[in-house]
């Protein structure tokens, strides 16, 4: 069986992770959240590192936390401790590398989540964005009611959390949930980025949100 999380780091100094549970459309378990929290602090400790690719196998990036192993916890506080413990969403965000996200298929859930704690985030064309936890009866639990009024307005914000509704690639360059729609291929659009992060001093220009893409 392959494991769940890919990590792999190149001679330019690329970190990329991918997401390789096809058959579940990427759907995070708590296995892959340990490995990204594993990957992340490799990435981090890692001097060469410059830049993170996040990408996933298959038909989509992520539909999102795997709901079957929702309530298999001991307990509420011992989840509420291993969260506070390895907080994968703070790691992202403070992380010294630059990071891009690869978006394509389905980003519900934690598969939007994570690339909103990324600096770039570039779609294939036809990609679905969503918040849907509502529909479950909870609220989106890897900081997607921070991070999401931060990056799109706060209308388009509340709309989504408060509805689960998916909006598409066009709605999300506008209200600025994504910096690009790769209308020439994805592969080939996130190539360009990697090189143009890879050319500032560590990546500091997409951090800074400087007018690299737009």
Same mark, same amino acid.
């Given at each position: 069986m392959s494991a769940p999380i890919l990590f792999d780091i190149d001679s330019r100094g690329l970190a990329t992770i991918t997401l390789n549970r096809p058959e579940r459309l990427n759907a995070i378990s708590m296995e892959m959240r340990d490995l990204l929290w594993t990957y992340l602090g490799a990435? $981090?400790?890692?001097? /060469? =590192? $410059? =830049?993170?690719?996040? $990408? %996933?196998?298959? *038909? *989509?990036? @992520? *539909? %999102? +936390? /795997?709901? @079957?192993?929702? %309530? @298999? +916890?001991?307990s509420v506080i011992e989840a509420r401790n291993a969260r506070n413990q390895r907080d994968l969403w703070r790691e992202l965000l403070g992380h010294r590398c630059a990071t891009l996200a690869a978006m394509h298929g389905y980003c519900f859930g934690a598969g939007l989540e994570l690339p909103l704690c990324c600096d770039v985030r570039i779609a294939a064309q036809g990609t679905r964005f969503a918040l849907p936890e509502v529909t479950l009866a909870y609220i989106p639990s890897a900081g997607g009611t921070q991070t999401l009024p931060r990056t799109v307005p706060p209308g388009v914000g509340a709309q989504m959390i408060l509805t689960g509704e998916p909006i598409g690639t066009d709605a *999300?360059? $506008?209200? %600025?949930?994504? /910096?690009? =729609? +790769?209308?020439?291929?994805?592969?080939m659009a996130v190539e360009r980025a990697v090189e143009r992060l890879l050319a500032t001093d560590e990546g500091m220009a997409a951090r800074a949100r400087l007018p690299l893409w737009r």
């Open positions: 990435c $981090r400790d890692t001097p /060469d =590192v $410059r =830049v993170i690719l996040f $990408r %996933g196998e298959g *038909a *989509a990036f @992520s *539909a %999102g +936390a /795997d709901i @079957s192993e929702f %309530g @298999s +916890a001991p *999300a360059l $506008r209200w %600025g949930l994504i /910096d690009e =729609v +790769a209308e020439s291929g994805l592969e």
